[in-house]
């Protein structure tokens, strides 16, 4: 009898191997990300982190670093995590996600950089997570390196998400993960903007992999 052609193996992520302490401070970070979606993240980040750089766009306060982070430690890997730290429109001074903590008070401007350093410091995270403080387009125009993971969540804005998938989604491995935050179908639930960088990666041939809450997981 004929061995049966295999077929391609689904991609089932790994359990998370994050400690009750690390989950923990996760949780207290400053940020916008429930648990459960958090650690679907850390999960596709286990099962990337090995196979090379991981690169997140949105490093905010660090929370999402911390469950990426997390799994770079776990695997010998690294995140870049790139953000210009002055935050989207809606953190801005006076709109509705705007944390008054997170605005210097010298310039009255938004900074999350001390944040986000103080967040991977406090979770010994700071040799597997580098941050790259600058604009997602500038970075990514000069970015040369193949990733194993990228996770989209920098601005919201149809133009920003598009950019940054275009940008970085090109540098994804053949079998690399794509995660989405913030993929809204239903525009009464939220913006439309990564729900469509999200049907434009299925497009693209990516396919999803798993999904929690506003978080999708896809694989090239
Ligand atoms: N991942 C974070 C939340 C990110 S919020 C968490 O887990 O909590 C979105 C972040 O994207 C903000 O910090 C903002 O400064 C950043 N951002 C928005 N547009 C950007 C751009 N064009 N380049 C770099 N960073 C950007
Ligand atoms: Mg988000």
């Not at 993960?177 to 693209?204: E, K, M, S, T, W």
Request: with cysteine.
């Amino acid at each position: 009898m004929v061995a049966p052609v295999p077929e391609p193996t689904p991609l089932s992520l790994p359990p998370a191997l994050m400690s009750a302490a690390d989950r923990e401070r996760a949780r207290d970070a400053r940020g916008f990300m429930p648990e459960a979606e958090g650690l679907l993240l850390h999960r596709a980040a286990l099962a990337a982190a090995a196979r090379g750089p991981m690169l997140e766009i949105g490093g905010y306060c660090g929370k999402s670093a911390i469950y990426l982070g997390c799994a770079a430690r776990e695997r010998d890997g690294v995140l870049f995590s790139v953000d210009h730290h002055r935050g989207s429109e809606e953190n801005q001074p006076g709109q509705l996600y705007c944390d008054p903590e997170v605005v210097d008070p010298r310039s009255g401007r938004l900074d999350s950089l001390p944040h986000f350093r103080r967040t991977l410091e406090a979770a010994a995270l700071e040799e597997w997570v580098i941050a790259i403080v600058g604009t997602s387009t500038l970075v990514s125009a000069h970015w040369r390196t193949a990733l194993s993971l990228l996770f989209i969540d920098g601005g919201h804005t149809e133009e920003a998400a598009e950019a940054d998938y275009a940008g970085f989604g090109r540098h994804l491995d053949s079998g690399g993960l794509l995660a989405i935050h913030d993929v809204f179908p239903d525009p009464a639930d939220g913006g439309q903007a990564p729900y469509h960088v999200y049907l434009r990666a299925l497009d693209d041939g990516l396919h999803e992999v798993a999904a929690t809450g506003s978080m999708r997981v896809l694989r090239r």
